[in-house]
């Protein structure tokens, strides 16, 4: 369904100087350098996947999903969505594909929401039984007659959401775009929000691709995994692969017996090598440990052998420290290979 190939995406930054003098000056020098956003970025995603494409703040993510979605052009490289080149075809492409930019609003900011969607069902050309399906079920999960007549720019944050989720839906497009689609969003609403995305998969085979940077959004959504860094692709494979890749595990459990909790985390990083132990709150003892010095088999045989385990669990490692991990990983195998007269934002990226 998506097929990228040497995707660059660059951006002229034209450097401000301080004082009067400095900017007259830049009038005339045009000093910039170039950050390289997207950096060669090849994938194929098939009908049907629910990709995730993670990275930190800055890696590229948001840009490919732009050029993906024909809102931008790539500097160099291409890519197909469904047959065509989104940004040579916009008008085509916008009709089969759906976008959320958790970021920026796509609706209209002083039209209500019912207003919006009665514009889109006309833009695309919607035919009225998928129109009433599509109203259903944005009405059973997203509650979204609640938001009633309200301009979107008076709705909160989670209000808006709701409705940019429906929004993007609402004309069964193949394949959706959802750029950070729960930010600002309850526990209930993210629920809601995700069982609306595997619903529309399940039933309509709609090809996901979601940026986001909660660990709850990617494990219930998707299936597969695109980790970006500094606009190159650092790994590629199945959800289930990437979180087994964590060098650090963590078990949290509450020992019953007498021995003071802060005694027995420092029992434990002192006799298990590469594990340290820490007090959380309510007494619990957390232990943290390096999969290459020790197994999960070896620490809980000691742990079983030594405490009164209760409440004991194994917290999924989080998503943050997996692709921390992986970027370490990619850092030690060298950065990768820079071209002359590009440079690489630093802290505001
Ligand atoms: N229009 C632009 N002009 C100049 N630089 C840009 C522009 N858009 C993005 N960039 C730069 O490109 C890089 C990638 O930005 P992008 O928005 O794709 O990151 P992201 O992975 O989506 O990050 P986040 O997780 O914060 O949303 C950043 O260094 C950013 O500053
Ligand atoms: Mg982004």
């Known amino acids: 369904m998506i097929a990228v190939e040497g995707l660059v995406k660059e951006f002229k930054v034209y450097r401000r100087r301080d004082g009067l003098l400095g900017s007259l000056g830049t009038l005339f020098a045009r000093e910039h350098t170039t950050v390289r956003a997207v950096d060669d970025i090849s994938f194929e995603i098939p009908a049907g996947a629910r990709t995730a494409y993670i990275g930190v703040n800055g890696a590229g993510k ?135 995305i595997g619903h529309v998969n399940r039933e309509l085979g709609t090809t996901v691709v979601l940026t986001s940077h909660d660990l709850g959004d990617i494990a219930a959504i998707c299936d597969r995994v695109l980790v970006v860094d500094r606009g190159r692709l650092i790994h590629r494979g199945s959800l289930r692969d990437l979180l087994d890749t964590a060098e650090r595990r963590a078990v949290v459990f509450e020992s019953g017996g007498p021995r003071p909790a802060a005694e027995i985390a420092a029992e434990i990083t002192a006799r298990l090598p590469g594990a340290r132990a820490s007090v959380l709150e309510g007494g619990r003892v957390r232990v943290e440990f390096a999969t290459a010095a020790t197994t999960s088999r070896q620490v809980l045989g000691f742990l079983l052998h030594h405490y009164d385990l209760r409440d004991f669990y194994a917290p999924e490692p989080g998503l943050e420290s997996v692709i921390r991990e992986i970027y370490a990983a990619s850092a030690a195998s060298g950065p990768p290979p820079r071209r002359a007269g590009s440079s690489r934002p630093t802290a505001a990226a």
């Open 62 to 196: 948001s840009t490919t999903i732009k050029i993906l979605a024909g809102i931008m052009r790539p500097t160099a490289g291409r890519c197909l969505v469904d047959g065509i080149e989104p940004y040579r075809e916009r008008r085509r492409n916008a009709r089969s594909i759906g976008v959320v930019f958790g970021q920026r609003s796509q609706l209209w900011w002083d039209l209500s929401v019912p207003d919006s969607f009665q514009i889109l069902r006309h833009v695309y050309d919607i035919p009225e039984p998928v129109f009433r399906r599509n109203l259903a079920l944005f009405r059973e999960l997203l509650d979204i007659d609640a938001l009633g007549s309200t301009p979107v720019r008076k709705l909160s944050l989670g209000q808006r959401m709701r409705a940019e989720v429906a929004a993007s839906m609402l004309h069964d497009p193949k394949v959706l775009y959802l750029d950070e689609p729960t930010i600002g969003l309850d526990l209930v609403l993210k629920t809601a929000v995700r069982e609306l």
